[in-house]
């Protein structure tokens, strides 16, 4: 089939490499404009345009998917079927109606659950041990539209949602060649989703991503490895932001929320249940290092995380 390939963050190259590696032929890719990036702020291509211009590929970036002048280009491209990995963008109908075999959406979570923006972060919030990848058609409700297929995936007792996101990406690429191949055959057919289960997964604000001390051990460990890489768990220390990376539970005596126990080669923090070990932390305007590392060059260290 002829495919127009919609996408847009680093999840969505596994697929788009696979769709290239197939028997099917990507003959152009959407994606998001460029956008400033990284601590310079300078502004950058997508990685999807990235690659697709390293594979010479024609790259459309319209502000908005319904933009006359896209809809006009994907008439002329006349795609006969439109995959998409977090492309990022709400696709009109008058675009859904273009390509015969419609856009199939590739979604990090099994559906009906964690419909939305961040399916991975919301599956490691709550505490899921199992997760994985759904195809689906694109509908204008947001991902409700009936599913093709899923693959599971075992979520790890240290998952972040980076490490979960890596794995499924490449288990959903996998899934989305399948369906694909199954589609032009004939040999998959779509189903409803179920009306029951159903959970939404908004993204993940700077402020969703502060730590509370004042929680339970589980729940701290839980959100810091839900918000890394991004948006970055945080706390404050003497007033300046800290960024945190995973944590440990300690089993030493217990201290109160928040409090600070300094040794010489570890940093335990009070919860309102055990203490937890400071891996990694990232102090503003610095690189990341060991926790141990970054209390040692504190001219004053704080008592407490949190204010």
């Given at each position: 089939m002829r495919l127009l390939f919609a996408g847009t963050p680093e999840v969505a190259l596994p697929s788009l490499q696979a769709l290239l590696d197939s028997r099917h032929e990507v003959v152009a890719v959407l994606t998001r404009p460029a956008a400033p990036a990284g601590r310079g702020r300078q502004t950058a291509g997508s990685p999807v345009a990235r690659v697709a211009t390293e594979r010479g590929l024609e790259v459309l970036t319209p502000n908005r998917p319904s933009d006359p002048?896209?809809?006009?280009?994907?008439?002329?491209?006349?795609?006969?079927?439109?995959?998409?990995?977090?492309?990022?963008?709400?696709v009109p109908q008058s675009a859904l109606d273009v390509p015969p075999k419609g856009w199939v959406n590739l979604?990090?979570?099994?559906?009906?659950?964690?419909?939305?923006?961040?399916?991975?972060?919301?599956?490691?919030?709550?505490?899921?041990?199992?997760?994985?990848?759904?195809?689906?058609?694109?509908?204008?409700?947001?991902?409700?539209?009936?599913t093709?297929?899923?693959v599971t995936e075992t979520v790890r007792p240290d998952d972040t949602t980076g490490s979960l996101g890596t794995r499924l990406a490449e288990h959903g690429?996998?899934?989305?060649?399948?369906?694909?191949?199954?589609?032009?055959d004939g040999t998959v057919e779509s189903r409803e989703q179920p009306t029951v289960g159903v959970s939404l997964a908004p993204k993940l604000?700077?402020?969703?991503?502060?730590?509370?001390?004042?929680?339970?051990?589980?729940?701290?460990?839980?959100?810091?490895?839900?918000?890394?890489?991004?948006?970055?768990?945080?706390?404050?220390?003497?007033?300046?932001?800290?960024?945190?990376?995973?944590?440990?539970?300690?089993?030493?005596?217990?201290?109160?929320?928040?409090?600070?126990?300094?040794?010489?080669?570890?940093?335990?923090?009070?919860?309102?249940?055990?203490?937890?070990?400071?891996?990694?932390?990232?102090?503003?305007?610095?690189?990341?290092?060991?926790a141990a590392a970054w209390a040692r060059g504190l001219r004053q260290v704080p008592r407490r995380l949190g204010e």
């Open positions: 002048a896209f809809r006009d280009r994907l008439a002329e491209i006349a795609p006969d079927c439109c995959p998409v990995v977090g492309y990022g963008g709400l979604h990090f979570s099994l559906l009906p659950a964690w419909r939305g923006a961040a399916p991975v972060q919301h599956a490691l919030l709550a505490g899921d041990e199992v997760t994985g990848a759904t195809t689906f058609r694109l509908v204008k409700e947001l991902d409700a539209g009936p093709f297929g899923m690429a996998r899934l989305l060649v399948a369906t694909l191949d199954g589609i032009e604000s700077v402020d969703d991503a502060r730590v509370d001390w004042g929680a339970p051990a589980f729940g701290i460990d839980r959100r810091i490895r839900a918000c890394t890489p991004e948006p970055g768990a945080w706390t404050l220390a003497a007033g300046q932001r800290l960024v945190v990376g995973p944590v440990e539970v300690d089993v030493s005596d217990r201290l109160p929320a928040g409090d600070l126990s300094i040794g010489r080669r570890q940093v335990v923090v009070g919860t309102a249940t055990e203490p937890v070990r400071l891996g990694d932390v990232k102090p503003a305007g610095k690189s990341w290092m060991p």
